[in-house]
């Protein structure tokens, strides 16, 4: 782990180092996703079972083997034990509530002169969503997904999602029935973002692609970008921590090893202008570190990638995590909302000693897919404005033409568009 001080010499080096931690070298993977992508659009079905075989260990016998069953949803929900079929409901409730609340509205305004000026929101007609599913499956992954585009009211959803050796997690299937999603399909990786963005004999082509994924998801989503629009280019999961004396030493220790138990990848920063917590965490950081399950991943990714920053002051500290532009940040502070005008660039912000990011990943409402590497100084959270697309409306009256027609045909003219001026013109009442 990387323990340094901003008053350290060779701060910046190491500070650089951490500015880079979400870069992906996508480089190295371009030429195989490019293939698998021209083999999906060329061969379809056909390659996606090549695919299924080499990647995921098993091999569709038809077509049919590749969607999942509604009955077999069924069945998963069914067979959930009631407490946890419970907290996927409260889950469902609340992140829907919190979406619903962010749905778009259209509006019109009118001028005196009869000029009507405005904006109509629609959905798009379908949207593909990815689900990780290899090393692990993420329930919680698709009801962040689907849940706002079904605010949205996209009509067809489509979901992909990996089945290493034909075998499907209950869980996962369990949340499908339960947001009633009927088009789940057993396939992983950049095949499924090419058949999504392609379309195959029974997976449609979608308008939008969204949903986390490795490094051949993300260059995948990538390079079919504009042929179908996409959420983001995710990468490692991450975690910032603001705190100071108030802070408790072994939450915000469990809190970073949240992130790091991801996978290696993950990044785990606290910066604080408090040595004695900061030496505090580090301790209490091994002492949870031999509890864990996920042990070997979560130590390694502290180890290679994670860091406790010891500034001058809180200011310095905010400024420092505002260039980081955390995808989670947790703010463990004695006036936590009092710091909060100061931060800019975060993909969610946890604030107080009783928020772990944890509750956002599961049951507080706000979708957990968020932008990571730096990207939330430009991208937002996953949200219904995703899956809807705004239309300009524009409406004059031959009184409202004739007041400013001529400045548009003059400026028309200047540009040298004869057409445009001259369309223009012609509905002028001289």
Same mark, same amino acid.
């Given at each position: 782990m990387m323990f340094i001080q901003s008053s350290d010499n060779d701060f910046s080096k190491n500070f650089e180092e951490l500015l880079g931690r979400g870069k992906m070298d996508m480089a190295h993977v371009s030429a195989i996703v490019g293939n698998i992508i021209s083999e999906i659009k060329e061969q379809k079905n056909s390659a996606l079972k090549e695919h299924i075989a080499k990647f995921d260990n098993w091999t569709p016998k038809s077509d049919t083997d590749l969607k999942i069953s509604t009955e077999s949803m069924s069945k998963a929900y069914n067979e959930l034990e009631p407490k946890l079929k419970s907290a996927l409901h409260l889950a469902y409730d609340r992140i829907k509530v919190?979406?619903?609340k962010q749905k778009p509205k259209s509006w019109f305004d009118t001028e005196d002169n009869g000029t009507i000026l405005g904006q109509k929101v629609t959905a798009v007609d379908s949207a593909g969503l990815y689900i990780p599913g290899g090393k692990a499956a993420y329930p919680s992954s698709?009801? @962040? !997904? #689907?849940?706002?585009? &079904? #605010?949205?009211?996209?009509? !067809? $959803? #489509?979901?992909?999602?990996?089945?290493?050796?034909n075998e499907p997690n209950e869980l996962l299937l369990a949340a499908c029935h339960l947001c009633g999603v009927d088009q789940v399909y057993k396939v992983g990786g950049a095949s499924a973002i090419a058949a999504m963005a392609y379309g195959t004999e029974n997976i449609p082509k979608v308008d939008v692609i969204t949903g986390p994924g490795n490094i051949f998801v993300a260059t995948a989503k990538k390079m079919v970008f504009g042929d179908v629009n996409i959420d983001m280019i995710a990468g490692p999961s991450e975690i910032g921590v603001l705190a100071d004396d108030s802070a408790?030493? !072994?939450?915000?220790? $469990?809190?970073?090893?949240? &992130?790091?138990?991801?996978?290696? @990848?993950?990044?785990? $920063?606290l910066i604080t202008p408090s040595q004695k917590l900061a030496d505090a965490v580090k301790i209490e950081i091994e002492n949870w570190l031999v509890k864990l399950p996920r042990q070997e991943i979560a130590r390694k990714s502290i180890e290679e990638r994670g860091a406790i920053i010891v500034t001058k002051d809180m200011d310095e500290a905010i400024k420092l995590m505002n260039d980081i532009a955390p995808e989670h940040l947790e703010v463990a502070t004695m006036s936590p909302f009092e710091l909060l005008p100061f931060i800019k660039h975060a993909g969610a912000i946890f604030l107080g000693h009783n928020t772990p990011e944890a509750i956002g990943d599961y049951v507080a409402g706000p979708n957990h897919t968020l932008p990571t590497g730096g990207t939330a100084?430009?991208?937002?959270?996953?949200? #219904?404005? !995703?899956?809807?697309?705004?239309?300009?409306? $524009?409406?004059?009256? &031959?009184?409202a033409i004739n007041e400013i027609g001529e400045e548009c045909a003059l400026i028309a003219n200047t540009e040298g568009l004869t057409a445009h001026e001259q369309s223009v013109r012609v509905r002028l009442n001289k």
């Open positions: 919190y979406h619903e698709l009801l @962040m !997904n #689907v849940i706002p585009a &079904q #605010v949205a009211g996209v009509a !067809n $959803i #489509v979901v992909c999602t990996p089945t290493p050796d408790n030493a !072994n939450h915000l220790a $469990i809190d970073l090893l949240s &992130q790091a138990e991801h996978d290696e @990848m993950a990044s785990s $920063i100084k430009f991208y937002s959270p996953l949200g #219904v404005e !995703n899956f809807m697309k705004k239309t300009s409306i $524009i409406s004059f009256s &031959q009184k």
